[in-house]
């Protein structure tokens, strides 16, 4: 009989029992305020349908006592025999203060443990390949680990960086960027982000979500009884209605629907579930606020009450929960109806 796999998850700090518990695999290792977690006990996992881990890797072994002069002897002998060759190699940290102390070292060490690696053919520029991470939890420890490319994040750490632009009206221009880049491929986006597409923005102001879309060539209403700052106030693509998010509803129905309000999740996700069922919109990206305990429970509690609600109606879906890097206390959502 095979060994159950051990998994390397990497996580927001401070989010390490959340992953453990959506994952229900064995904790091994789960140090608060670390940004990762080992577990095992679970045959498989698919990395999409877990919302906390920012990164999924099959581990295989560990170094606990790198020397300081000769750390790439002992690191090329941990490798497994298996996988024999690898598509890519990542050399990661904790995404903690400590853990970017170690940043300068990995980027120094990467090209010459690549040429160790390709000189003895493991390492191959072949994206289907699994590929091989190297993670620091300190400087005198590393964990062998590798992912599949189906059942992963192409991040490195795991984590999807995008662009402030300097005219956004607030940082969160940044959190729906990187769930476009998380939940869409380059091709849907170029599919269901059009010039010219509408767009809903409800809890909008001052309106960093609202331009994201307007930088993608949507037309957005802008639903907020606070006002749209800087470049989006007054831009001709939006329209501004100081409405209440909750009870607005549009004459037509839309392409997009964004909401980002300060508000307890199950309220939030009745909202989205009437949308939808009305057909008010094809899609949608919104968040939830997730309380301190029982964040798990309540976001499943969300979760399935929409797809309950739409199941019910016979409507056909998409539906996937991810904590976004830029999120804190909240996931994102990203809805959106089949045809």
Excluded at 19 to 26: D, I, R, S
Excluded at 182 to 211: C, N, R, S, Y
Excluded at 221 to 239: C, E, F, M, Q
Excluded at 260 to 268: I, S, T, Y
């Amino acid at each position: 009989m095979n060994p159950l796999p051990s998994w390397l998850i990497y996580c927001r700090p401070g989010f390490e029992r959340d992953c453990v518990e959506e994952t229900q695999a064995k904790p091994v290792e789960t140090t608060a305020d670390s940004g990762f977690v080992v577990l095992q006990g679970k045959s498989k996992l698919a990395y999409r349908q877990l919302t906390f881990a920012r990164q999924l890797l099959t581990l295989h072994g560990e170094v606990n006592e790198l020397p300081e002069r000769d750390r790439l002897s002992p690191l090329l002998a941990a490798i497994p025999a298996s996988p024999e060759k690898f598509g890519a190699l990542y050399l990661e940290v904790p995404d903690t203060n400590e853990g970017k102390t170690l940043s300068g070292f990995t980027k120094r060490f990467q090209p010459l443990l690549e040429e160790a690696l390709r000189n003895e053919s493991r390492l191959v520029d072949e994206p289907t390949l699994p590929r091989l991470h190297i993670f620091f939890p300190d400087e005198r420890r590393a964990l062998i680990a590798s992912s599949d490319p189906h059942n992963s994040s192409a991040a490195l750490n795991g984590i999807q960086r995008v662009s402030m632009v300097s005219d956004a009206p607030s940082r969160s221009y940044l959190k729906l960027a990187e769930a476009f880049e998380v939940f869409l491929d380059k091709k849907e986006q170029a599919l269901w982000l059009k010039p010219g597409m509408t767009a809903i923005d409800l809890g909008a102001a001052p309106g960093g979500w609202t331009w994201q879309l307007v930088q993608r060539g949507l037309k957005v209403i802008a639903v907020d009884n606070g006002p749209l700052k800087g470049a989006a106030a007054g831009h001709p693509s939006i329209r501004h209605l100081r409405e209440d998010g909750f009870r607005f509803r549009p004459q037509r129905p839309v392409d997009w629907l964004v909401c980002d309000m300060v508000e307890q999740p199950q309220r939030v996700a009745e909202l989205m579930t009437e949308w939808f069922v009305g057909g008010m919109t094809q899609r949608a990206i919104f968040n939830l606020k997730l309380p301190m305990k029982k964040r798990v429970a309540a976001l499943q509690e969300a979760l399935n009450s929409i797809r309950t609600a739409l199941n019910n109606k016979g409507v056909r879906y998409q539906l996937e929960a991810r904590q976004l890097y830029h999120d804190r206390e909240e996931v994102t959502i990203y809805l959106a109806r089949k045809r």
